[in-house]
């Protein structure tokens, strides 16, 4: 055999058992304990429900050892042409920003453009379908041998959702381009997964409404599910409490203030405590703090 061809094909062949050693990662978005706080998060067809302006910001980080590790939202979303008569179609236009931070090292950052289109169904029922475009950077903070990495990739979600007052139904797919970030040697792989989100807010009285809510994440790569089990009461409109269960084995306590008058709208602000129940998981709290605007 010609000798160059020899080195040739013995580069290739360590090229790819090289390719193929490096790690790969599957990596889902944090799922905020608080989702119904911004269910934008999940579904960027619900981006619009709740008023002509809506805005909501929450970090949600790890307790004890782990308190480098935490998660930072905002999002913002504006009715366009909201003069138009009020029980016809509309459509909003609004910003969503994702930042997952471990230490001083790892930086993810996720940023997208929303689009939601509203109509009525029925006289008490309405449709709408969004989208969310943008992309996710990942930085790494290297040594003085490997140096610092960077790689950004396209990023996206489209979903849809019925609602009214008291009623909410909705599935969406995240994660849509199915895209690999590289920001050094390990590979991180965004894989395609579903989101069904569900609640019905029951009025007992005029001083007291319950509210049975859930968000389902069903992983497509390894054909399994997770979900939360939310159950929220709201006391003369104002004093805010839930719990909830989570199928990584923890439980979340919230209390929160709603309907508080800000300028010509209202404020809504909640916290958060979420711990293990099971020996059995990896032994962490976490805390949750969120605030949230509409006019």
Same mark, same amino acid.
């Given at each position: 055999?010609?000798?160059?061809?020899?080195?040739?094909?013995?580069?290739?062949?360590?090229?790819?058992?090289?390719?193929?050693?490096?790690?790969?990662?599957?990596?889902?978005?944090?799922?905020?304990?608080?989702?119904?706080?911004?269910?934008?998060?999940?579904?960027?067809?619900?981006?619009?429900?709740?008023?002509?302006?809506?805005?909501?910001?929450?970090?949600?980080?790890?307790?004890?050892?782990?308190?480098?590790?935490?998660?930072?939202?905002?999002?913002?979303?504006?009715r366009i042409f909201p003069k138009q008569k009020l029980n016809?179609?509309?459509?909003?236009?609004?910003?969503?920003?994702?930042?997952?931070?471990?230490?001083?090292?790892?930086?993810?950052?996720?940023?997208?453009?929303?689009?939601?289109?509203?109509?009525?169904?029925?006289?008490?029922?309405?449709?709408?379908?969004?989208?969310?475009?943008?992309?996710?950077?990942?930085?790494?903070?290297?040594?003085?041998?490997?140096?610092?990495?960077?790689?950004?990739?396209?990023?996206?979600?489209?979903?849809?959702?019925?609602?009214?007052?008291?009623?909410?139904?909705?599935?969406?797919?995240?994660?849509?381009?199915? %895209?690999?970030?590289?920001?050094?040697?390990? !590979?991180? &792989?965004?894989?395609?997964?579903? $989101? /069904?989100?569900?609640? *019905?807010? #029951?009025t007992i009285n005029n001083s007291l409404v319950i509210t049975?809510?859930?968000?389902?994440?069903?992983?497509?790569?390894?054909?399994?599910?997770?979900?939360?089990?939310?159950?929220?009461?709201?006391?003369?409109?104002?004093?805010?409490?839930? %719990?909830?269960?989570?199928?990584?084995?923890? !439980?979340? &306590?919230?209390?929160?203030?709603? $309907? /508080?008058?800000?300028? *010509?709208? #209202?404020?809504?602000?909640?916290?958060?405590?979420?711990?293990?129940?099971s020996r059995n998981t990896l032994n962490y709290s976490f805390?949750?703090?969120?605030?949230?605007?509409?006019?």
């Amino acid at each position: 055999m010609n000798t160059k061809y020899f080195f040739f094909s013995l580069i290739l062949i360590v090229n790819f058992f090289l390719a193929s050693a490096q790690e790969r990662i599957v990596r889902y978005p944090v799922r905020f304990c608080q989702y119904y706080d911004s269910y934008t998060l999940i579904n960027p067809s619900i981006a619009g429900t709740l008023g002509k302006v809506e805005i909501s910001a929450g970090n949600q980080r790890l307790l004890g050892n782990f308190n480098k590790v935490s998660t930072y939202y905002f999002n913002g979303n504006v009715r366009i042409f909201p003069k138009q008569k009020l029980n016809g179609p509309f459509s909003v236009a609004g910003l969503l920003l994702y930042n997952d931070r471990e230490g001083q090292y790892l930086n993810r950052t996720r940023g997208y453009l929303l689009y939601a289109w509203h109509a009525n169904l029925t006289g008490m029922l309405k449709f709408s379908a969004g989208f969310a475009i943008g992309g996710m950077n990942y930085s790494v903070k290297g040594t003085a041998l490997s140096g610092d990495g960077s790689d950004t990739k396209p990023d996206g979600s489209i979903g849809v959702s019925i609602y009214n007052r008291s009623f909410q139904v909705g599935i969406s797919i995240a994660q849509i381009f199915n %895209s690999e970030v590289q920001p050094l040697e390990e !590979i991180t &792989l965004l894989r395609p997964f579903l $989101n /069904l989100t569900a609640e *019905k807010k #029951i009025t007992i009285n005029n001083s007291l409404v319950i509210t049975p809510s859930t968000n389902i994440r069903f992983l497509i790569e390894n054909k399994t599910s997770v979900f939360d089990l939310n159950l929220s009461f709201l006391y003369r409109k104002k004093l805010f409490i839930s %719990s909830g269960i989570y199928t990584n084995n923890k !439980i979340n &306590l919230c209390l929160g203030l709603n $309907n /508080l008058p800000l300028f *010509k709208g #209202i404020m809504n602000i909640h916290i958060s405590y979420g711990y293990p129940i099971s020996r059995n998981t990896l032994n962490y709290s976490f805390g949750e703090a969120g605030i949230g605007f509409l006019l």
